[in-house]
């Protein structure tokens, strides 16, 4: 079993700084993508960042230039930089990875969530 620890949330103002962080541990093979989702109330999850082994990055339009998305293959952890936070930011964020565990078993794996509150 694979399991996905996510701390760093809390309260910030507007245009202030967080840094989520989440390290996956269990009987990891490999993880090829790891990211950040968010879900916001009333609202669908969609994706804010994503980071694949080699180190491409993927980010929603909305995040881009505010937002950095960093692992450490070495550790199983993947950070997640956010700058300029705006109240709109708010939402309960979750990580996730593309975990293998064996080779012929691959499967997506999601934190419990942490939320991010922007006061205006």
């Known amino acids: 079993q694979v399991q996905l620890v996510e701390s760093g949330g809390g309260l910030v103002q507007a245009g202030g700084s967080l840094r989520l962080s989440c390290a996956a541990s269990?009987?990891?093979?490999?993880?090829?993508?790891m990211g950040w989702y968010r879900q916001a109330p009333g609202k669908q999850r969609e994706l804010v960042a994503a980071?694949?082994?080699?180190?491409?990055?993927n980010y929603a339009d909305s995040v881009k230039g505010r937002f950095t998305i960093s692992r450490d293959n070495a550790k199983n952890t993947v950070e997640l930089q956010m700058n300029s936070l705006k109240p709109e930011g708010t939402a309960v964020y979750y990580c996730?990875?593309?975990?293998?565990?064996?080779?012929?078993?691959?499967?997506?794996?999601w934190g419990q969530g942490t939320q991010v509150t922007v006061s205006s």
């Open positions: 996730n990875a593309d975990v293998r565990t064996s080779l012929i078993i691959r499967r997506n794996y």
């Open positions: 269990g009987s990891i093979l490999s993880i090829n993508a």
């Open positions: 980071i694949i082994s080699g180190g491409s990055t």
